[in-house]
């Protein structure tokens, strides 16, 4: 697995590094045989050590856990229990995903684009309807069937996922968090 332990505005020493890599191995090892890389961020918020982490599994599914603390290792320790927690929630389901996907989860390159809130009243009429684009960012799409679509939201904790329904070669779907507390799928050719 390939380790990307980065800081931001912060040193990170070799001995931090190293139990990263022990502690997630060793977590991550447990529940998912083909881990491909981790991405760790600390920083620091006000007082508080921030520890970000995302794992991405051969499967196509990504993991993602934050935690905060006042001690840097201890930022990184309730970061690795909660994605301890997160695996071990969904092992069953990704051992039955794991098993029936041989090849890697193709992805899709799409553009996302970041849009400018409107701010003015009710009242007044916008000078146009066409939003402005503050940013525009590369992103992928990936071929997942629903059941891996909701898992990955889910182990996202993401409200709503974009992918293609690999079941049906054409058209993008997508599954969302409803308010009742369930999960909505949108399928354009259904």
Not at 28 to 33: E, F, L, P, T
Not at 133 to 144: D, Q, R, Y
Request: proline share 4%.
């Amino acid at each position: 697995m390939r380790y990307q332990i980065t800081g931001k505005q912060i040193d990170i020493g070799e001995a931090l590094q190293t139990h990263v890599k022990d502690s997630l191995s060793e977590v991550v090892s447990k529940y998912a045989g083909r881990p491909t890389d981790a991405n760790i961020v600390f920083s620091k918020s006000a007082h508080e050590y921030v520890c970000e982490a995302t794992v991405h599994l051969s499967t196509g599914l990504t993991a993602q856990a934050k935690a905060h603390a006042t001690e840097i290792y201890a930022s990184f320790d309730g970061c690795a229990e909660k994605m301890d927690k997160q695996l071990r929630r969904y092992k069953r389901r990704l051992k039955d995903h794991h098993k029936d996907r041989t090849d890697p989860v193709e992805l899709l390159g799409a553009s996302s684009y970041i849009l400018a809130s409107t701010d003015e009243p009710e009242e007044s009429e916008p000078e146009t309807l066409q939003p402005m684009i503050i940013a525009e960012m590369e992103t992928k799409i990936p071929s997942l069937s629903v059941g891996e679509a909701v898992m990955q939201m889910e182990l996202a904790g993401a409200p709503v996922l974009v992918f293609r329904n690999e079941k049906q070669d054409a058209g993008v779907n997508i599954v969302y968090r409803r308010e009742d507390g369930n999960i909505g799928w949108i399928d354009p050719n259904g």
